[in-house]
């Protein structure tokens, strides 16, 4: 099992505006994901992470970034957040060829 | 492609009942891992099960069971005496050779007490 740690659990914001997304795991796992899920579909890849400055993007195209300069931390941003960008956001990590969620981040641009 | 398939979107059942949920993948890879995993309302994705597709035997966790058919890329999730707990959206997924995993569209699951 793993600790995922995301904030901010929820978030309400306007067009336009930066928002970074942080994610946070305390067992060291080299394998980090991000994805994006709407309200009872599927998940999406969006961006995943092999190591500290290793990323990648997924299957889905998504207009956000993410940075991995410390194994424990892999944070996803938007530069200008869009209405389309609302989602929920589950980062993942990896042990064992098993992947371990976080809670999540609901995201309401407005 | 690789892909997962969720043929059944919504399933309800009486409460100490027992159900199967169905799922179905393609890949060209001879091995690789499956799971299925559960997502309750509002609330964390957490791993039900996970097969390795090397081991002919079937996975087991307590009451939840699958039944792995390698040959016709069957993976289906069986849950015994079913409790109100475990209503949720659970996904079937597998995991390629890159360590990527593809999910089903899942199936949302009602208990009925």
């Known amino acids: 099992e793993a600790d995922i740690y995301q904030t901010p659990r929820y978030l309400v914001i306007g067009t336009g505006k930066k928002i970074t997304l942080e994610c946070s795991q305390t067992?060291?796992?080299?394998?980090m994901y991000w994805y994006q899920q709407d309200p009872g579909m599927e998940l999406h890849l969006i961006h995943y992470?092999?190591?500290?400055?290793?990323?990648e993007k997924g299957d889905l195209s998504s207009e956000s970034t993410v940075s991995r300069i410390r194994t424990e931390h892999f944070p996803l941003t938007l530069e200008s957040a869009r209405p389309s960008h609302t989602s929920q956001y589950l980062c993942?990590?990896?042990?064992?060829?098993?992947?371990?969620f976080g809670p999540g981040t609901r995201l309401l641009v407005l | 492609a690789q892909t997962v398939t969720q043929s059944q979107p919504e399933m309800s059942v009486q409460e100490a009942e027992t159900v199967t949920l169905s799922c179905t993948y393609d890949?060209?890879?001879?091995?690789?891992?499956l799971f299925w995993y559960k997502q309750p309302p509002s609330r964390q994705m957490i791993l039900v099960i996970r097969?390795?597709?090397?081991?002919?035997q079937n996975a087991t966790e307590n009451r939840f069971s699958v039944n792995f058919q390698k040959a016709a890329k069957s993976f289906s999730l069986k849950i015994s005496d079913s409790q109100l707990g475990d209503t949720a959206m659970y996904f079937c997924?597998?995991?390629?050779?890159?360590?990527?995993?593809?999910f089903g569209k899942g199936t949302r699951l009602h208990i009925l007490p």
């Open positions: 067992m060291g796992h080299d394998k």
């Open positions: 890949t060209s890879e001879s091995n690789y891992y």
């Open positions: 997924a597998f995991m390629n050779r890159d360590d990527k995993i593809i």
């Open positions: 993942a990590s990896q042990y064992q060829e098993t992947q371990y």
């Open positions: 097969q390795e597709a090397y081991k002919q």
């Open positions: 992470s092999y190591g500290v400055n290793s990323t």
